[in-house]
Structures are given as structure tokens and as C-alpha cells.
């Protein structure tokens, strides 16, 4: 049986441990867009690692300007911001390491995880978090905003599309919204120390959770005729490589569908 709407319980500091959750993290009650307001603090001299949580986003978004919409409580919608010592070349690695990071705090509870190209997560073909970076100038450098998405006690009415899912749907119960924003924060952290320090071990443990390789794809093109292939790697800039019948095509940016 699932969680509906009056069995949310609020993320909060625990009276009994206040150091369970950090001194970084903010709860705000209702946000329009937890990134855009971190990105406005980055720019005033937000501290590199602060977090920016909301118990209800009223206007979410994710990659290609969708709509990421979910009930208040239902899910865990957050942004941390970050002022990444990475060259220009590896900022398209941020998203699928947050990626990584989502896979690597949920797999040892959520049987048939998976990522597919560049950072959705899957639970067996349905969609239960989405990412979206976005690289931001400030006085201090470039900063990479980094929101996560994770639909927790989100019912089967509630979810706005038919291919999306919740942890409460897959497991039968929801987890607690607040010991979920701790694992990941800490996977997030390690997730982008080795994009800095080691980013091929990241590459091969990407790869390792990539459902979209060995796939057959088709890719909605930002512009251009959308290609069809099987995807074949990813490259160490990120890109997905694709096998179509007249070669090979790495894609950057695009709209992925996994064909049947």
C-alpha cells in the first residue's frame, strides 16, 4: 500500500540529532524553482555546497524546459550549488555524474535501477527522477546549479505522465524523504570528487548503469532530422556515441527514446 498525501511527513531536523542534517541545507515550505532561486544566491556569494530544499515546487523544471511537477511532500526536490574546479570540456560530465550519484544512493533498495543517456533515472522504464544542471556566471566563476527531482510517495493519479514512477509505487512504501536527502548529498559529493580527481572510474561506473547502451535509440535533435541507431558508447566528453546505418554520430544534446 502506498503513502498518499496525508501521510507525508515534512523533511526536518531531528530534535534529538540537529548534526543529522547539515547546517548547508535550507527547507523552504514552497518554491517556484529551487534552481532558480540558487542561482540568484550564487550570484549574491552563496557558499559552494549550500542547499536550497523545497517541500513543494510550483515551477519546476527539467531538461528542454519540461514541467516537473509534483504534490506538496511527495517528493524530494532540492538544488546545491557548486563551483566545480573541472575544465570546460568536462562541465557536460556534471549532469550524468549527478546521475551516478542518484543511481549509487538508490540501487541497494530499488531493484531494476538504471540511467539512461544523459541523467533521467529509471526504475525498469519508468522515469522516477530527473536532473537538470545549469552553469551560471557569478563574480566568483562559473557555478554549476544542481537539482534533483525524486518522486518518493507520489500516487499513480498524481504522476503527470504514464511513464513515470515513484519510490512508493516500486518498493510498496515510501522512504523517509529526509535520510534520502542525506545519502545523497554524501553520493553527490563523492560522485563529483571523482569527476575532479578520477573522472575514468566515474566513466566506466556511468557506462556500468547506462540502460540506454546496447539500445536501440532514436534521438530528437536540439536541430536537425532525428538520427537512429544503436548507442554505442559514451565518449570521454560525455556525448553519446550512436551506430547509424551511414556511421558513427555522437550526439551532445538530444531528446533519447529507447525503440522497442
Known sequence: MTSGPRARPPIDRDPLDPA?????VEVLAEAGSTNALLAARAREGAASGAVLVTEHQTAGRGRLDRVW??????ALTFSVVQWPDLSAAMW???PLATGCAVHAALAATVPGLGLKWPNDVLVEGRK????LVERVETPRG????IGIGLNVSTTRDELPVDNATSLALELGHAPD???LLIALLATLDETLSRLAGDPDSLRTSYAAACVTLGREVR???P???PISGRASAIDPGGQLVVETATGQTKVGAGDVTHVR
Not at 20 to 24: G, S, T
Not at 69 to 74: D, F, K, L, N, Q
Open 20 to 24: 543529522r542534517l547539515p547546517d548547508r
Open 69 to 74: 511537477e509534483t504534490p506538496a511532500r511527495s
Open 92 to 94: 557536460p560530465w556534471i
Open 128 to 131: 522516477v527522477a530527473g536532473i
Open 142 to 145: 562559473p557555478a554549476a546549479i
Open 177 to 179: 524523504r529526509t535520510d
Open 219 to 221: 534521438v530528437e535533435m
Open 223 to 225: 536541430a536537425g532530422e
